[in-house]
T-cell receptor, first 115, second 112 residues
Framework: DTAVSQTPKYLVTQMGNDKSIKCEQN?????MYWYKQDSKKFLKIMFS???????INETVPNRFSPKSPDKAHLNLHINSLELGDSAVYFC??????????????FGEGSRLTVL | GNSVTQMEGPVTLSEEAFLTINCTYT??????LFWYVQYPGEGLQLLLK?????DKGSNKGFEATYRKETTSFHLEKGSVQVSDSAVYFC???????????FGRGTSLIVHP
């Protein structure tokens, strides 16, 4: 059983389209994250949710909207896709803020290519 | 702010060579320090960690020592294998949320 699973793994789309990436974790963790990894492997946090509540929202364009229907799921919706959105998006989870050890569990990534 | 600086890659080594990947961190907030590894086509996974000064983290033959005096957490391995080829990320976490900040990653390529 995959601990943190993301779908789709690959996504190729045209500029201007709207797309979603889904993430689920079966670890019973309270906190979930979205990270963006660019072509040079630089990893930057975008959002973090703790028990379905948004706790971190870095300087991300408002075309990006996370949604957490329950604490096991954190989906990422992107409107009006741009070329610069091409990247690998990683979902991650951790135990929870009160007991956070700093260890994150990552999904395998979703490679988004905008043409 | 909180940041982590890693040496630029790629680091290219022959099998059984000694590995060092340098990492320095900003010292605010008594951080915990981590090394994560990303194998090709996979997500990051925790390799080792250290939570206070002079602690040594170790796993799979890799080691790193938390050096407060030099604000460093260099990753070392005595004899690398081809299967160690991956991207290695140094990270720090501190403060109330304890969410890691990652360095830029260092690619390691090991040739047979």
């Amino acid at each position: 059983d995959t601990a943190v699973s993301q779908t789709p793994k690959y996504l190729v789309t045209q500029m201007g389209n709207d797309k979603s990436i889904k993430c689920e974790q079966n670890l019973g963790h309270d906190t979930m994250y979205w990270y963006k990894q660019d072509s040079k492997k630089f990893l930057k946090i975008m959002f973090s949710y703790n028990n379905k509540e948004l706790i971190i929202n870095e300087t991300v364009p408002n075309r990006f909207s996370p949604k957490s229907p329950d604490k096991a799921h954190l989906n990422l919706h992107i409107n009006s896709l741009e070329l610069g959105d091409s990247a690998v998006y990683f979902c991650a989870s951790s135990r929870g803020l009160a007991v956070n050890t700093g260890e994150l569990f990552f999904g395998e990534g979703s490679r988004l290519t905008v043409l | 702010g909180n940041s982590v600086t890693q040496m630029e890659g790629p680091v290219t080594l022959s099998e059984e060579a000694f590995l060092t990947i340098n990492c320095t961190y900003t010292a605010t907030g008594y951080p915990s320090l981590f090394w994560y590894v990303q194998y090709p086509g996979e997500g990051l996974q925790l390799l080792l960690k250290a939570t206070k000064a002079d602690d040594k983290g170790s796993n799979k033959g890799f080691e790193a020592t938390y050096r407060k005096e030099t604000t460093s957490f260099h990753l070392e391995k005595g004899s690398v294998q081809v299967s160690d080829s991956a991207v290695y990320f140094c990270a720090r976490a501190s403060g109330g949320s304890y969410i890691p900040t990652f360095g830029r990653g260092t690619s390691l390529i090991v040739h047979p």
